[in-house]
């Protein structure tokens, strides 16, 4: 079994920063990648970052260059720094490793 909690969300103004931190424990494989995934109501849940053991990553096109995404040398906690946030990105922030989802973080952009 795999646990994901993700924390750091919370209310923020357009242009703003916030970093949400996921932590993972349970039988983490390092040869697995973890991620970002968001949702925002009515609409369907995407990718937003994902990084791997080698610290590969890869980015929404919607967040190149705003967000950036990391993770401890144990890659049993990842993060994600969100900069220049837009009210588009308002949505709930889950963390990812294979099918393990985290309870979701609420991230609001006010305008």
């Not at 190149?64 to 990391?70: D, E, N, V």
Request: aromatic residues 12%.
């Amino acid at each position: 079994q795999v646990q994901l909690v993700e924390s750091g969300g919370g209310l923020v103004q357009a242009g703003g920063s916030l970093r949400l931190s996921c932590a993972a424990s349970g039988s983490i494989f390092r040869s697995n990648a973890m991620g970002w995934y968001r949702q925002a109501p009515g609409k369907q849940r995407e990718l937003v970052a994902v990084i791997t053991t080698g610290g590969s990553t890869n980015y929404a096109d919607s967040v190149k260059g705003r967000f950036t995404i990391s993770g401890d040398n144990a890659k049993t906690t990842i993060y994600l720094q969100m900069n220049s946030l837009k009210p588009e990105d308002t949505a709930f922030y889950y963390c990812n490793y294979r099918w393990f989802w985290g309870q979701g973080t609420q991230v609001t952009v006010s305008s």
